[in-house]
Structures are given as C-alpha cells and as structure tokens.
C-alpha cells in the first residue's frame, strides 16, 4: 500500500526565505541591532506566548478579533501581537531590577490573525527600541529618536528618506479651539492622508458629521508648507489659546532644535502636521519614515511617546518614547522594489577540494583555518572535478583550496580565485594572510 504524498506548502502570511535571502535578511537585521547598541540600547527577549490576560488588559478592539488563542490544560494563552505589551509587562514585573531610564532593544517575531495579503504577514519580525522613564522623561529623548533612525537607515544603503514628526498634543490642541473634544476618529483619519488621499480625508471626515468651514480649517492646518522653522513659526503665528496645544507646540521646537544637534541633516528630516499615529497610547512626539523615491512602500519605521507605559500591570508612572522597524515587511517590499540585491548564497570564505585519499589532510587543514575564524567548508562527497569547482560556483565561494600529492609534497596548498581563475601555490600562512586581506 503506497503511502499518500503531501504537498509542500506553508500558510499564508508567513514569510520562508531560500538561504541567500535569508543570508541578506539576517545581514540586515544585524545592521538594525549594531546601531541599537551603538546609542547604548540593552537587549531584552520575552517569550512569544503570554498570557491571555496580560496581552489583552486592556481589552477590546482589532486586537482581541486578531490574536492568535488558545488554551492548555486550564491556562489561558496568546501569541504576543506587538513587543509593546510584553515590554510593559517586562518593566512593571521587574521594575526594582531595571534601572532607569531604561533603554531597551528587541528584535523578535510577533504574530496577527489578520486577513493575509500582499506584503502583509501574520508571523512577522519586529525591531523595537524604547527609552523608558520612572515617572518624567525629558523631551530631549524623543530629539535622539530620529538620530538612531537615520544612522540604522543610513547603514542599511539608504540615502533618500525621510523622517516625519509630528507632536499628537499640537493637533488635540487644535481640535479642542475647534471645540471638538473627542478627536480619536479625526486623529485616525489624518493619519490617513497619504494612502487615501485628500478627497478620502474629506469624505471621512463629513461621515463624522463635521461641518465644512471646520474640515477646510483642518485641511489649512495640516498642509502647512516651508522648512521645519517656517512651519513652526506659521504655528505660532495662529496665536491658539489652547494650553495642550501650546504644550505640543513648545515640545515640537525643543524636538526640532535637538534634532539637529544630534547631525539629522534636514533633508532626512520633516515636520509634518499630517502624522498622527491612528494607535490610541501615543500622546506626544510622534514619527513615521518614508522613503523618498518610493513612497508606495509606506512607512519604513513608525513610533512616538506615550505617557504611561505600564498602567494595566503597575501603579508606577512609566512614561516612554519609542519606534519600530517591521523588519519582514521591509524587506519584501525592498526586495519586491529590487532595491536591495540577494547576491551571496553562502557565507563560506573558501571550500577545501580534496583529491581522492587526501580527505584527512584536507580535514586537517580545514580545523586550522576555522581556529583563525575563517568560514570553511569542505568538499566531503566523492564526485568528479568539474562537479565539485561547480558547486563552490553556484554558491559564490570566493576561493577553493586544493589538497593533492603535489600540495602534500611540498606543504603547500593550491589557492583559487574563483572569480578570476587565478590561482597558485602558498603556505597555510599565505592563504590566512590572501583569505584575510
């Protein structure tokens, strides 16, 4: 009786990668952390199953319709949806362990039931970092924010991005001297700008029951043009005697003023009135980063402050600022662009061709070069020639060694450019010293 074939597949919403993508994945994801390090960022790892209960204190919403449950036994547990909630979590569980302000980074896979799509994932991996502090925070962090994108972007092979701020206090403000007090819907439909347009913003916002003198005084608001100091001053020229509003404003130049200080060139760098954030935690200095030249791949890498992390697990005042790079997405969009190249199918430096009955020596010499942190392979199959400096060609090993009487005879190893052809006799030294330069 044969036994039935199942097909090969994964679900959908989830990202599998052959090894050179992955090689460039993981290339990219190393960038991201080196810079978190670089601006003194700690890493953190929590697990990827919480509980039910904690996910969702605060209950409700796309949230709950989207996490991954499930029980065992009499437990009740999740998937974690974000890295936020398990950083509150973390920081409230062990506050007296931590000190502040706390900076931390984390890099790791986060899962959402939502509707599978092009370039949307269900399983995806997150890049967070965030600066906590224990009941203040200065504004002058949210200022240091945009530095550590730009430096994460500018070693990733970018050039053309940039950053947008906005402060969500300028625009509540604005909405409360309107006399609109409830501006959650308004804010979520602003954010909205760049992917539904104008005529979009309008019609969302007369299905509000907004009259339009007050949707034209929005409009004006948001599109205010000039530099970064033009935009400010145009703010301030609105003389609103509104006191969340002028707290927003004042952050937004301290944030504008530092920005600068901390080497942010201002053609990487904007404020811009249209971003929002549509998540309902952020409550000041907001960002969202974009690349110039293909702005249809949306946001690169979003954020903001918010002032009380940790208030469904803690009574301590936890105030922080923070973003994150949706490092999956990213990447399928980069690649989809062919904006990033998929070049090395390995990470081997040199593969050791042994001729037949010289496989020991070639172990032998393999060991002495893996202990001087060379990346080596070898060859271990028994194949023809041609078969083995083929393989070596389609993995884009720059350079062979082969071991053979005369090799042996001499102490010397025959060295091979596989890109040029090149290739002559050396000592083991000469090769370190060749597969070093």
């Known amino acids: 009786m044969s036994r039935e074939t199942i097909k090969p597949s994964i679900l959908a919403g989830f990202m ?6 992955q090689i460039l994945f993981n290339k ?3 960038t991201i952390r080196e810079n978190y390090e670089k601006f003194g960022f700690l890493p953190i ?23 991954y449950r499930f029980e065992k036994g ?21 506050f007296s362990e931590l000190t502040f302000p706390f900076r931390r980074y984390h890099i790791g896979k986060v899962y959402r039931g939502e509707k599978a799509q092009r370039g949307r994932f269900r399983e995806f991996y997150q890049c967070d970092i965030d600066i906590i502090g224990n009941n203040t925070l200065d504004i002058i962090n949210d200022a240091e924010i945009p530095s550590i994108i730009y430096s994460t972007f500018k070693d990733l092979g970018f050039d053309s991005f940039v950053i947008k701020i906005n402060n969500r206090k300028v625009l509540k403000g604005f909405f409360q001297w309107l006399g609109i007090q409830d501006s959650t819907e308004i804010l979520r439909t602003v954010d909205k700008l760049e992917k539904i347009g104008i005529n979009g913003v309008i019609k969302e916002l007369e299905e509000q029951g907004l009259a339009t003198t007050i949707i034209e005084k929005i409009l004006e608001f948001i599109r205010f043009e000039g530099t970064n ?6 703010l301030e020229s609105l003389k609103i005697d509104n006191e969340i509003f002028n707290e927003g404003l004042k952050e937004l130049k301290a944030v ?15 404020i811009d009135l249209t971003i929002a954030r549509g998540l309902d935690y952020y409550t000041g200095t907001v960002y969202e980063t974009f690349l110039k030249d293909y702005p249809q791949i949306g946001s690169i890498c979003s954020g903001g402050r918010y002032d009380n992390l940790a208030e469904y697990y803690t009574k301590q ?24 190249d998929v070049e090395d199918n390995s990470l081997t430096k040199v593969i ?4 037949k009955g010289y496989l020991e020596k070639a172990v032998e010499i393999g060991k002495v070069l893996r202990e001087k942190n060379v990346n080596t392979q070898i060859y271990l199959e028994k194949a023809k020639m041609g078969k083995k400096f083929g393989y070596a060609d389609k993995l884009n090993i720059p350079y062979t060694i082969i071991i053979g009487e005369e090799e042996v005879k001499q102490n010397k190893y025959t060295l091979r450019n596989m890109k040029t052809g090149d290739q002559t006799m050396l000592s083991i030294e000469e090769i370190l010293s060749n597969l070093k330069e």
């Open 45 to 67: 790892n929590t697990p990827v199953i919480e509980k039910a209960e904690v996910l969702l204190a605060k209950g409700g919403g796309e949230t709950e319709q989207q996490i």
């Open 16 to 21: 599998e990668l052959i090894p050179s993508e």
């Open 256 to 270: 504008n003023h530092y920005v600068e200080l901390f080497g942010v060139p201002e053609d990487n760098y904007s």
């Open 28 to 30: 990219m994801m190393d």
């Open 352 to 355: 050791i061709i042994p001729m």
């Open 317 to 340: 005042k936890l105030p922080g600022v923070g973003i994150s790079i949706g490092l999956t997405r990213l990447f399928y969009q980069l690649n989809e662009a062919k904006l990033i």
């Open 229 to 234: 100091e033009e935009k400010l001053n145009s």
């Open 74 to 94: 009499d437990t009740d547990l999740a998937l974690r949806f974000d890295l936020t909630v398990p950083l509150a979590r973390y920081v409230a569980q062990h």
